[in-house]
Nanobody
Framework: VQLQASGGGSVQAGGSLRLSCAASGRTASSYAVGWFRQAPGKEREFVAVITWNGGSRDYADSVKGRFTISRENAKNTAYLQMNSLKPEDTAVYYC??????????????WGKGTLVTVSS
């Protein structure tokens, strides 16, 4: 499975962005997909995860109510809709595929990140 994240950019606080994660590979749709982020000087942290069929989702407390994870298996694509962005959301965002977990090591496949910068 190969993953490609896109959609990052620069936005002012309070703005919105939608990240996309395009997956390739015959078994891509059978995995849970998660988003993680890493800010400068900080460890990679969990953001959101969704099961293979979209039936369950989980979010980090810091993004609950602001971010929404979704997926379209017909397009082998997952999304992260980010609203009410804050400067502390600034980070490189990575999508990953694997188990339904909040732990990075539970993910088997990783894409290259996309940078999100939120200015105050």
């Amino acid at each position: 499975v190969q993953l490609q994240a896109s959609g990052g950019g620069s936005v002012q606080a309070g703005g919105s962005l939608r990240l996309s994660c395009a997956a390739s590979g015959r078994t891509a749709s059978s995995y849970a997909v998660g988003w993680f982020r890493q800010a400068p000087g900080k460890e990679r942290e969990f953001v959101a995860v969704i099961t293979w069929n979209g039936g369950s989702r989980d979010y980090a407390d810091s993004v609950k109510g602001r971010f929404t994870i979704s997926r379209e298996n017909a397009k082998n694509t997952a999304y992260l809709q980010m609203n009410s962005l804050k400067p502390e959301d600034t980070a490189v965002y990575y999508c990953a595929a694997g188990g339904f977990t909040v732990v990075a090591r539970g993910m088997a496949y990783w894409g290259k990140g996309t940078l999100v910068t939120v200015s105050s």
